[in-house]
């Protein structure tokens, strides 16, 4: 459901009167809609793509159910890294929830911030309870809140087209990693795919029946972990076929596939980073054939 506000409260959270943000609106610089009693209502991912593009600075941003203070924080990708790692030790949401924001409001693509900031920080977690130097319940809350980021994030994203392609995906049984499948879905979702993240740990013959079912374009696999590789390798087998039959794209992705399990896989793409993905994605939305070459994406065999 899509997060709606007031002309009042839009106006008061960027600091301009009224009626300069009406005249905004009748220009089409910031989409609306109107309630059944006809009052005019903006829809919050419209407002925030507005300022993504530089029309105006938040002033007020709780008013849009955005963290206090987001608009005022670092910009480059560089210095928001090691604040947010920072912030994932402390589990401090908010403090993580303006840190991404503020990336996002300063026009960085959702999928850079994915490879360059959110996934860097959250594997430092790893590191950091290797070396002793912070408890085991430090890094599951850093993860969930790094996973709670990404679902706020995708509520302010704007809603996929009715005529958008279908993605789907999740990671195989035996992995329970949630965050790099939930980042697939988002970025898919920035780059104008309906996009579902089905959950972790499913058993690919289920993934084969929310193809038929659900009607994906393409199915995307993150793998973080293989338990039995013999057994995942033959269930991929067959599903890739089903797949592949039925005319659906198969991207994987994840440090589970080394170039030894890679080897012995067939795809529609296997890639590294989700940044990546959002490249094959628009290719493959706009129905132009994905360039394999130019995102270092494997093609398949
Ligand atoms: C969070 C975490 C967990 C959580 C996950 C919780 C959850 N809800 O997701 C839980 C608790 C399950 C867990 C369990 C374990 N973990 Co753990 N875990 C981590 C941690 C801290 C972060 C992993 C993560 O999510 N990173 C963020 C993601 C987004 O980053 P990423 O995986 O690199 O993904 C990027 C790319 O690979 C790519 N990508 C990934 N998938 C896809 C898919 C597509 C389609 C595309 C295009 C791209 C793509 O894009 C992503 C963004 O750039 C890492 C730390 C580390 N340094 O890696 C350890 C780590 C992976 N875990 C480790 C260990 C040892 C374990 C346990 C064995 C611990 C234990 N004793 O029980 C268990 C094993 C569980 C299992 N069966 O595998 C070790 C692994 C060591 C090794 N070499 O094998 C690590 C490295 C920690 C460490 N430093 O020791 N873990």
């Keep these: 459901m899509e997060r709606l506000s007031s002309p009042r409260q839009v106006a008061q959270a960027v600091g301009v009167s009224e009626s300069s943000l009406k005249r905004w609106c009748d220009r089409g610089l910031i989409p609306t809609v109107r ?20 029309g105006a600075r938040l002033v007020r941003p709780e008013l849009l159910g955005l963290p206090t203070n987001t608009g005022r924080g670092p910009r480059t990708l560089e210095k928001a890294a090691g ?12 403090r993580v929830r303006r840190i991404v924001f503020d990336l996002y409001l300063a026009e960085h693509r959702i999928s850079t911030i994915c490879d360059e ?12 309870w290797q070396h002793g130097q912070i408890e085991v319940y430090c890094e599951a809350r850093g993860t969930l809140t790094a996973l709670r980021c990404l679902e706020s994030l ?45 959950g972790s740990s499913l058993p690919l013959a289920t993934l084969q029946s929310a193809m038929r079912r659900l009607g994906p374009r393409m ?9 039995a590789l013999d057994c995942f390798l033959g269930e991929y087998e067959r599903f890739y076929r089903a797949a592949s039959d039925a005319g659906v794209a198969i991207c994987v992705g994840g440090r589970a596939l080394t170039e030894g399990v890679r080897e012995d896989m067939s795809y529609s ?23 394999a070459d130019s995102s270092g994406t494997h093609a398949g065999h």
Excluded: K
Aim: charged content about 15%; aromatic content about 4%.
């Design 35 to 54: 309630t059944a009693g006809g009052h005019r209502r903006l829809p919050v991912s419209g407002v925030v793509q507005f300022l993504r593009s530089g």
């Design 83 to 94: 604040l947010l790692q920072a912030a994932l030790v402390e589990g401090d949401r908010e």
């Design 117 to 128: 900031v959110i996934a860097p920080a959250v594997n430092a977690l790893g590191d950091l």
């Design 154 to 198: 995708r509520l302010i994203l704007p809603p996929p087209l009715e005529s958008a392609p279908v993605a789907v995906g999740g990671t195989p049984e035996g992995d329970p990693y949630q965050l790099a499948t939930s980042m697939a879905e988002i970025v898919l979702i920035e780059s104008g795919w309906n996009a579902t993240c089905l």
């Design 219 to 227: 199915i995307w696999l993150s793998v973080s972990h293989i338990p």
């Design 269 to 291: 793409a296997c890639l590294d980073e989700v940044q990546q993905l959002a490249t094959f994605a628009e290719a493959l939305g706009a129905g132009r054939a994905p360039d």
